[in-house]
Protein backbone atom coordinates (compact mmCIF):
# COMPACT_ATOMS: atom_id res chain seq x y z
CA UNK A 1 0.00 0.00 0.00
CA UNK A 2 1.17 3.35 -0.56
CA UNK A 3 1.56 6.34 1.92
CA UNK A 4 -1.34 7.96 3.27
CA UNK A 5 -1.66 11.67 3.25
CA UNK A 6 -3.60 11.85 6.78
CA UNK A 7 -2.52 9.03 9.34
CA UNK A 8 -5.26 10.11 12.08
CA UNK A 9 -8.10 10.44 8.96
CA UNK A 10 -11.42 8.77 10.28
CA UNK A 11 -14.19 6.83 8.51
CA UNK A 12 -17.50 7.79 8.17
CA UNK A 13 -18.42 5.12 11.67
CA UNK A 14 -15.27 7.24 13.35
CA UNK A 15 -12.57 4.74 12.75
CA UNK A 16 -9.80 4.51 11.34
CA UNK A 17 -10.29 5.30 7.40
CA UNK A 18 -8.91 2.29 5.68
CA UNK A 19 -7.72 2.41 1.96
CA UNK A 20 -10.55 2.31 -1.17
CA UNK A 21 -8.58 0.99 -4.43
CA UNK A 22 -5.11 0.66 -5.21
CA UNK A 23 -6.54 -0.85 -8.46
CA UNK A 24 -7.18 1.04 -10.14
CA UNK A 25 -5.47 3.55 -7.75
CA UNK A 26 -7.80 6.15 -6.24
CA UNK A 27 -8.42 9.09 -4.16
CA UNK A 28 -7.85 12.76 -4.49
CA UNK A 29 -4.21 12.33 -3.26
CA UNK A 30 -4.23 9.43 -5.50
CA UNK A 31 -3.08 7.02 -2.97
CA UNK A 32 -5.78 4.78 -2.53
CA UNK A 33 -7.68 6.30 0.42
CA UNK A 34 -10.38 9.14 -0.14
CA UNK A 35 -9.08 11.35 1.97
CA UNK A 36 -9.98 14.92 2.24
CA UNK A 37 -8.01 18.52 2.16
CA UNK A 38 -7.85 22.23 1.57
CA UNK A 39 -7.34 21.74 -2.16
CA UNK A 40 -10.24 19.11 -2.08
CA UNK A 41 -12.79 21.13 -3.05
CA UNK A 42 -14.55 18.18 -4.88
CA UNK A 43 -14.91 16.70 -1.82
CA UNK A 44 -13.82 13.05 -3.29
CA UNK A 45 -14.31 11.23 0.08
CA UNK A 46 -17.14 8.77 -0.34
CA UNK A 47 -15.60 5.09 -1.64
CA UNK A 48 -18.18 3.53 -3.68
CA UNK A 49 -18.37 0.68 -5.41
CA UNK A 50 -18.82 1.51 -9.47
CA UNK A 51 -22.23 0.28 -11.23
CA UNK A 52 -22.73 0.47 -14.88
CA UNK A 53 -26.16 2.76 -13.53
CA UNK A 54 -23.87 5.11 -11.65
CA UNK A 55 -21.37 5.26 -14.58
CA UNK A 56 -24.41 5.94 -17.22
CA UNK A 57 -25.55 8.84 -15.04
CA UNK A 58 -22.25 9.94 -14.30
CA UNK A 59 -21.27 10.19 -17.72
CA UNK A 60 -24.77 11.78 -18.93
CA UNK A 61 -23.96 14.74 -16.03
CA UNK A 62 -20.65 15.36 -17.84
CA UNK A 63 -17.90 13.23 -15.61
CA UNK A 64 -16.96 10.30 -17.89
CA UNK A 65 -15.27 7.96 -15.65
CA UNK A 66 -15.82 4.67 -17.87
CA UNK A 67 -13.40 6.14 -20.80
CA UNK A 68 -9.81 5.51 -20.43
CA UNK A 69 -7.90 8.67 -20.49
CA UNK A 70 -4.02 7.25 -20.87
CA UNK A 71 -3.10 10.94 -20.62
CA UNK A 72 -4.40 11.61 -17.01
CA UNK A 73 -3.20 7.88 -16.25
CA UNK A 74 -6.77 7.15 -15.93
CA UNK A 75 -7.62 3.94 -17.04
CA UNK A 76 -11.63 4.03 -17.20
CA UNK A 77 -13.88 2.21 -14.64
CA UNK A 78 -16.17 -0.58 -14.90
CA UNK A 79 -18.30 -2.58 -12.58
CA UNK A 80 -17.40 -3.68 -9.15
CA UNK A 81 -14.13 -0.87 -9.23
CA UNK A 82 -14.02 1.36 -6.06
CA UNK A 83 -13.59 4.92 -6.65
CA UNK A 84 -13.47 7.63 -4.10
CA UNK A 85 -16.32 10.04 -5.70
CA UNK A 86 -17.55 13.80 -4.38
CA UNK A 87 -19.80 13.46 -1.74
CA UNK A 88 -21.93 15.82 -3.43
CA UNK A 89 -22.35 13.58 -6.82
CA UNK A 90 -22.85 10.66 -4.83
CA UNK A 91 -25.81 12.95 -3.08
CA UNK A 92 -26.77 13.56 -7.20
CA UNK A 93 -26.49 9.97 -7.67
CA UNK A 94 -28.69 8.93 -4.89
CA UNK A 95 -31.86 11.30 -5.66
CA UNK A 96 -31.89 10.38 -9.28
CA UNK A 97 -31.75 6.72 -8.26
CA UNK A 98 -28.68 5.48 -9.21
CA UNK A 99 -26.50 5.45 -6.34
CA UNK A 100 -23.70 3.41 -5.83
CA UNK A 101 -22.76 0.91 -2.66
CA UNK A 102 -20.39 2.84 -0.36
CA UNK A 103 -17.66 1.12 1.51
CA UNK A 104 -18.18 2.29 5.01
CA UNK A 105 -14.98 1.64 6.48
CA UNK A 106 -13.36 3.54 3.19
CA UNK A 107 -15.43 6.61 3.26
CA UNK A 108 -13.88 9.62 4.99
CA UNK A 109 -16.27 11.35 7.63
CA UNK A 110 -16.38 14.68 5.99
CA UNK A 111 -18.91 12.95 3.83
CA UNK A 112 -21.37 13.32 6.90
CA UNK A 113 -21.51 16.88 5.94
CA UNK A 114 -23.35 16.38 2.78
CA UNK A 115 -25.03 12.43 3.32
CA UNK A 116 -26.11 11.22 6.83
CA UNK A 117 -24.31 8.33 7.98
CA UNK A 118 -28.18 6.42 8.35
CA UNK A 119 -28.57 6.84 4.51
CA UNK A 120 -25.09 5.77 3.83
CA UNK A 121 -25.89 2.49 6.06
CA UNK A 122 -28.45 2.14 3.12
CA UNK A 123 -26.30 1.94 0.83
CA UNK A 124 -23.39 -0.51 2.44
CA UNK A 125 -21.54 -2.63 0.28
CA UNK A 126 -21.33 -5.74 1.60
CA UNK A 127 -18.59 -8.52 0.13
Known amino acids: ?3 RYDEQA ?3 LGEEL ?3 SNAPITGFYRN ?3 ETGPHDTGLHTVCAVMT ?3 LAFSKAAGNDLSTPRPDLSF ?3 KPGDRWC ?3 P ?3 DALDAGAAPQVVLEATHEETLAIVTLGTLKDYEAVD
Open 1 to 3: MTT
Open 52 to 54: AEF
Open 32 to 34: GCC
Open 85 to 87: LCA
Open 10 to 12: KNV
Open 18 to 20: MAC
Open 89 to 91: RWK
Open 75 to 77: PGL
